[in-house]
Nanobody, 117 residues
């Protein structure tokens, strides 16, 4: 069974940084598109950043210039470097991997990020 294990969440002051990691197992990670989503209570889950198997990336407008998504296929891991964090970035962050043109779509358990002074 595919496993996605997220880590790196926590509490940070406004302006601070965090790096989230998502380690995948039991999949051919390099051929999957990978993304980070976030969700706050009462709201829909929203896309934060994505990186396709070929390496192309896209970001939500709200995080452009502050967040960077990257992947290490040798380690089956995707990262989200988050800088200049704001209170509005507070959410549960989820890792998602999916194989294009298929029904293969997996989610991590989520990791809490809290930005507060």
């Amino acid at each position: 069974q595919v496993q996605l294990v997220e880590s790196g969440g926590g509490t940070v002051q406004p302006g601070g940084s965090l790096r989230l990691s998502c380690a995948a197992s039991r999949i051919s990670f390099s051929i999957y598109d990978v993304a980070w989503y976030r969700q706050t209570s009462g709201k829909q889950r929203e896309l934060v950043a994505a990186i396709i198997s070929g390496g192309g990336t896209n970001y939500a407008d709200s995080v452009k210039g502050r967040f960077t998504i990257s992947r290490d296929n040798a380690k089956n891991t995707v990262y989200l470097q988050m800088n200049s964090l704001k209170p509005v970035d507070t959410a549960v962050y989820y890792c998602n991997v999916r194989l294009r043109s298929s029904s293969l779509d997996y989610w991590g358990q989520g990791t809490q990020v809290t930005v507060s002074s």
